[in-house]
């Protein structure tokens, strides 16, 4: 239409100039002349505004088509949205962990939150501090914070905040001087996590980063809310609700594990059974309550002189299981000699009061030295054990004599 528009005013001025030409070489008519120039002058205007209708519908065209493609471009763009939260939320579904869903938030959120800086913070229980788990934009994260630190995780609702407006910042921001946003995960009523956005350059965080963290923090809600819980109750089944060490059950499961990994990688593996000595009659003498006290200490003591892959396991009653992977015999001595020593040097405290000191007992066996299944491991170790309470106790007995460690002479090593 527009195009017909204006040939047809060009047209219209072609013809209009054609006929002035034409009347000007015709001859004078009494009265024809005004005519004729009233005729040219309205083909003139009439012509002027076929023009002038072109160029205003051209100009409507032009603006409608850039309004059409910021359309397109902002459709397109929550298309892409829509797309990422939903493969976002799929791989989430299919996590096993806390640990591995944070690997598959980490290489979202920025892609998603592209034009802000960020952080993923997860509570692990009730009342506890929240967690770094992810963070991105070269933002200055802490570690840690407690909940009442965030007013999103107080409110159970997004809490923005601009400098220069009343809105008043969280306390675990510290001295914040941008734009941010703590959008809350909520579950069955309680705010467990929280994402935080903050602007990277402006004072005010746009609009669309606010309305996508919140919707975030809607999705990610329930996934990660279904990890917490799955990782609450497989810690409950695997750890000792007294000491939080690894239980027996877990313990097998793991040393079957490192075994074979030994086995593939011709490393060692070495196990260091402990028995906190007299310790019958120290809980008679003392109460549950007091020995309870007791063997939470010694597990403090273990966790502080374990490296990460160690596994330190509440095996029963008084009795704690330390497995080494790559860990020969020598330093499994070593070790043992660090935790015998902090373990006699440890003052336990009840409602104020110092308990009797105690001491402990270990034996120690090693793979492959003393056999190569985890039963005949365990039993090697537990016959050094024997042999240390029987040898007067607050000792180390390794099932297999070390090598020459002179260090440790003098703290009574004996070998089985």
């Not at 509570?123 to 407690?146: I, K, M, N, Y």
Request: aromatic share 6%.
């Amino acid at each position: 239409m527009g195009y017909a528009t204006c040939a047809f005013a060009i047209l219209s001025v072609v013809s209009t100039r054609v006929a002035a030409d034409s009347l000007a070489n015709w001859p004078m008519v009494a009265g024809s002349t005004g005519y004729g120039r009233a005729a040219l002058a309205g083909s003139a205007v009439i012509s002027a505004l076929l023009v002038i209708l072109c160029l205003v519908e051209r100009t409507g065209r032009r603006r409608t088509e850039a309004t059409l493609r910021r359309t397109l471009a902002v459709q397109g763009a929550q298309l892409e949205e829509v797309l990422a939260t939903s493969r976002l939320m799929e791989l989430l579904q299919v996590c096993h962990s806390l640990a591995e869903a944070n690997r598959v938030i980490r290489g979202a959120l920025p892609r998603l939150l592209r034009d802000a800086a960020g952080a993923f913070y997860v509570s692990r229980g009730p009342d506890s501090a929240l967690e770094l788990q992810v963070s991105w934009g070269g933002l200055s994260a802490p570690q840690s914070f407690a909940p009442e630190d965030c007013w999103a995780l107080r409110r159970s609702r997004p809490h923005p905040f601009e400098p220069g407006r009343s809105s008043v910042p969280c306390q675990h921001l510290g001295g914040v001087e941008r734009a941010c946003l703590c959008a809350p995960l909520v579950a069955d009523g309680h705010a467990f996590a929280v994402l935080h956005v903050q602007s990277t350059a402006a004072e005010t965080l746009a609009g669309d980063v606010q309305r996508i963290a919140a919707t975030l923090a809607e999705h990610l809600s329930l996934a990660v809310g279904n990890l917490r819980l799955q990782e609450t109750l497989r810690t409950g089944s695997e750890r000792d609700p007294l000491t939080n060490l690894y239980n027996r059950r877990h313990l097998e499961i793991s040393l079957h594990r490192e075994l074979a990994r030994a086995q593939r990688h011709g490393h060692a593996v070495s196990l260091v059974m402990l028995d906190v000595d007299h310790f019958k009659e120290f809980n008679d003498t003392h109460g549950h309550d007091a020995g309870d006290a007791v063997l939470s200490e010694v597990a403090q003591v273990l966790k502080r002189h374990t490296r990460a892959e160690d596994i330190a396991c509440r095996y029963g009653g008084e009795e704690f299981l330390l497995v080494l992977p790559s860990c020969t015999l020598d330093d499994a001595y070593a070790k043992a000699e660090a935790i015998r020593e902090a373990i006699a040097q440890r003052r336990v405290f009840m409602h104020g009061n110092a308990l009797p000191r105690i001491t402990a007992s270990l034996g120690i066996a090693s793979y492959p030295l003393d056999g190569e299944r985890l039963e005949d491991l365990i039993t090697c170790a537990d016959a050094a054990l024997y042999q240390a309470k029987a040898g007067g106790r607050n000792r180390i007995i390794a099932n297999s004599p070390p090598g020459d460690v002179v260090l440790f002479e003098q703290k009574g090593r004996i070998a089985g």
